[in-house]
T-cell receptor
Framework: DTGVSQDPRHKITKRGQNVTFRCDPI?????LYWYRQTLGQGPEFLTY????????KSRLLSDRFSAERPKGSFSTLEIQRTEQGDSAMYLC??????????????FGNGTRLTVT | AQSVTQLDSHVSVSEGTPVLLRCNYS??????LFWYVQHPNKGLQLLLK??????LVKGINGFEAEFKKSETSFHLTKPSAHMSDAAEYFC??????????FGTGTRLQVFP
């Protein structure tokens, strides 16, 4: 298994356009997380899936953001009507179900979004 | 609510000297704590984790961290820095649903 895969690696878009990112988690992981990281900051939690169910969304996630995980495998994150403030690195991570202790997250390399 | 505070935004050391990256946490229950490292243009990598077993946790690449409940600290140390250790380091606490809450990061520079 090659780890968490994200596509594309980079995306440049004009303000007002829609963009969609894809994340393929580690195959046996049923938890999937999206984070956003801006320059000089730590990653901030956006949303979380257990299998296909979206269980938690951050207040950071405005109505322009939507995430799906239709079959409990890959996930997509869509941003509608992009704004310059959306420019960031979008990180995907996956993990096992929690058993006896917290299962660490495995991160992808991220998708860097630049909104011009 | 859970949170972490990384006390230094930048740390500079000479190769071969000890590394200390400081982290304090706040948690309303017994926390799970992690250190992640991020090299330029690479993904976040788990260095080590604490989950209420031994308070001294050993990680990869010679790093270790000690959980001190009385001080609410989880500092990261390494006896001897290597040039390849230069990176951004994040102290992380696990919140409800196991989502990770990151600190703002400490950039480690290693000089020859």
């Amino acid at each position: 298994d090659t780890g968490v895969s994200q596509d594309p690696r980079h995306k440049i878009t004009k303000r007002g356009q829609n963009v969609t990112f894809r994340c393929d988690p580690i195959s046996e992981h049923n938890r999937l997380y999206w984070y956003r990281q801006t320059l000089g900051q730590g990653p901030e939690f956006l949303t979380y899936f257990q299998n296909e169910a979206q269980l938690e969304k951050s207040r950071l996630l405005s109505d322009r953001f939507s995430a799906e995980r239709p079959k409990g495998s890959f996930s997509t994150l869509e941003i509608q009507r992009t704004e310059q403030g959306d420019s960031a690195m979008y990180l995907c991570a996956s993990s096992h179900d929690r058993v006896e202790s917290v299962s660490p997250l495995h991160f992808g390399n991220g998708t860097r979004l630049t909104v011009t | 609510a859970q949170s972490v505070t990384q006390l230094d935004s930048h740390v500079s050391v000479s190769e071969g000297t000890p590394v200390l990256l400081r982290c304090n946490y706040s948690s309303s229950y017994s926390p799970s704590l992690f250190w992640y490292v991020q090299h330029p243009n690479k993904g976040l990598q788990l260095l080590l984790k604490y989950t209420s077993a031994a308070t001294l946790v050993k990680g990869i690449n010679g790093f270790e961290a000690e959980f001190k409940k009385s001080e609410t600290s989880f500092h990261l140390t390494k006896p001897s820095a290597h040039m390849s250790d230069a990176a951004e380091y994040f102290c992380v606490v696990s919140g409800p649903t196991d989502k990770l809450i990151f600190g703002t990061g400490t950039r480690l520079q290693v000089f020859p």
